[in-house]
């Protein structure tokens, strides 16, 4: 599929696993992102990517650890999942760093720590 | 840091008429770019326009159209002839230009916005 996908959409995990989401994206974009929307609120970034091998935190990085070795994907790991990162993720993607380029979303983990 | 202030939770506003949506930021950067992105109930993230801190006039995309006011630092959503589809979150955020956090951006809080018919 052309695009920028997610997996999966829903997971339901207990406290304390470890969880990996996955982000792919076909456009060969440079610049990936994952963000986490917490209920009624913006998005906060979590960390960024500007190419393989090259990743940055963002605003909310604690207890959360990526992964950029091929282009086209972005996984993100909960370490040790707690409920407070019970939330909906969002993996974006950007063609550069330009000021003019928007964000591509992905459709969204939902993701509950029980 | 940048920080991107949305100041209405929720905004209504009648069929066909128009409704601003605010929008203030905050940045040390000479360079970066403001969007606004449009989230339904269904979730998903819409881009719907762009402003860039250099362009003198301000951006438009059929009915949406960005008051950009450089000096106030606001880049207020105008949406007009509202329609129904028109229900969902809406939110600002910039983007930094230069520097190590180029690329990386920053979202508002969100407005909702809610069409009566």
């Known amino acids: 599929d052309a695009g920028i996908t997610q997996s999966p959409r829903y997971k339901i995990t207990e406290t304390g696993r470890q969880v990996t989401l996955m982000c792919h994206q076909t456009?060969?974009?440079?610049?990936m992102f994952w963000y986490r929307q917490d209920l009624g609120h913006g998005l906060r970034l979590i960390y960024y990517s500007a190419a393989a091998d090259i990743t940055d935190k963002g605003e909310v990085p604690d207890g959360y650890v990526v992964s950029r070795s091929k282009t086209e994907n972005f996984p993100l790991t909960l370490e040790s999942a707690t409920r407070s990162q019970t939330s909906v993720y969002f993996c974006?993607?950007?063609?550069?760093?330009?000021?003019?380029?928007?964000?591509?979303f992905g459709p969204g983990t939902r993701l509950t720590v029980t | 840091a940048q920080k991107i202030t949305q100041t209405q939770p929720g905004m209504f506003v009648q069929e066909k008429e128009a409704v601003t949506l605010d929008c203030t930021y905050d940045?040390?950067?000479?360079?970066?770019?403001l969007f606004w992105y449009k989230q339904p109930s269904s979730g998903e993230m819409i881009f719907l326009i762009y402003?860039?801190?250099?362009?003198?006039q301000n951006a438009t995309e059929g009915r949406y159209s960005l008051n950009f006011q450089k000096a106030r630092k606001s880049a207020n959503l105008v949406i007009s002839a509202s329609q129904l589809g028109d229900s969902a979150m809406y939110f600002c955020a910039m983007r930094e230009g230069w520097g190590t956090n180029a690329g990386k951006s920053t979202f508002g809080d969100g407005t909702t916005l809610t069409v009566k018919p």
């Open positions: 974006a993607s950007s063609e550069s760093s330009g000021i003019r380029y928007e964000q591509y």
């Open positions: 402003q860039g801190s250099y362009d003198e």
């Open positions: 456009w060969s974009h440079s610049y």
């Open positions: 940045t040390s950067d000479q360079s970066y770019g």
